[in-house]
């Protein structure tokens, strides 16, 4: 197999004067619902859904932004959905609809959830957990472990994508020592690559994957939302792009304060799909 290649970490830059902290969405949804229960009571705009134009791929194929060649780029994922249902119900409805959205595998209902995210208009991946931290044990079957050996491990994630079937792809959590085993980790990516799968999160030069440039999982409060914003908006002129991985909060006001208009009218910042940053 291919040596896989550790991607280089990435510079931030900041700005020093910070704008206004952007509003939260009004919308608050407190009642744990269903995905059909949430499809019934907060019906999307029909033109929104990725079913209408996408029925016949499976899986989705990746999405290819508006945005112009010069536009500065940014791709939000928000993560760990599905546990606390009416969390997810609200984060379907008020990310913008390039936000992509990723489900804990495991998930109740979760071919359910990814049809309501498609509704809504946002891509659907599903989290994959690549080690153990000290209190996952090897019986648990939405985490892949290097000693359990590539059969085992595959034959896990493929009862996790036939749970997902429109999912376009997945969402990795690794830790450095599954990272550094190229014998557990190259079959995982083949599968997925054979699969037609995006993998967002994983820090390795590969086809169709890439690797998250900022990752806020703790809660963005006070300006932090602004600042983080500046910084990314250094950070995307520098290199044209960046990929976020974020809460569902965090990734709801991160989204909504970069699609705020630009005081420079020069300047154009896209919100765009995670699968259009991803080669092939």
């Keep these: 197999a291919t040596p896989l290649e ?17 509003a939260a969405p009004v919308i608050e949804i407190d009642e744990d619902l269903s995905p059909a229960e949430l499809l ?3 019906p999307p705009d029909p033109a929104l859904s990725l079913d209408t134009a996408e029925a016949a791929a499976l899986p989705p194929q990746p999405r290819r932004s508006g945005a ?24 379907v409805i008020t990310a ?7 489900f804990g595998a495991g998930t109740e209902d ?4 990814i049809e309501a995210a498609r509704a809504y208009g946002h891509e659907a991946l599903v989290d994959l957990q690549l080690g153990a931290a000290n ?50 980790l190259t079959p995982i ?59 569902p909060e965090n990734a709801v006001a991160l989204a909504h304060s970069w699609s705020r208009p630009s005081q420079n009218p020069a300047v154009e910042l896209s919100l765009v799909p995670a699968s259009s940053l991803v080669e092939d």
């Design 6 to 22: 550790t991607m280089p970490p990435m510079a931030t830059q900041q700005s020093a004067m910070p704008e206004a902290e952007p």
């Design 40 to 42: 019934d009571e907060y």
């Design 68 to 91: 112009s060649p010069e536009a500065q780029r940014l791709a939000v994922v928000a993560t760990g959905l599905g546990l606390d249902r009416a969390l997810t119900a609200q984060t």
């Design 96 to 102: 913008p609809a390039e936000v992509a959205l990723s």
């Design 110 to 113: 979760l071919t359910g959830w």
């Design 135 to 184: 209190d996952v044990h090897e019986t648990d079957e939405r985490v892949l472990l290097p000693e359990l050996g590539p059969v085992e491990n595959l034959r896990r994630l493929d009862a996790i994508l036939a749970a997902a079937p429109k999912a376009t792809g997945v969402t990795v959590s690794i830790t450095d020592s599954f990272l550094g085993d190229a014998a557990a």
């Design 189 to 247: 990516l083949e599968r997925l690559h054979a699969a037609g799968l995006i993998v967002v999160g994983l820090p390795v030069t590969a086809p169709r994957t890439i690797a998250a440039d900022r990752v806020f999982h703790e809660q963005l409060e006070g300006g932090r939302v602004t600042r983080e914003t500046l910084a990314l908006k250094g950070l995307v002129r520098q290199r044209g792009a960046a990929l976020v991985l974020a809460s």
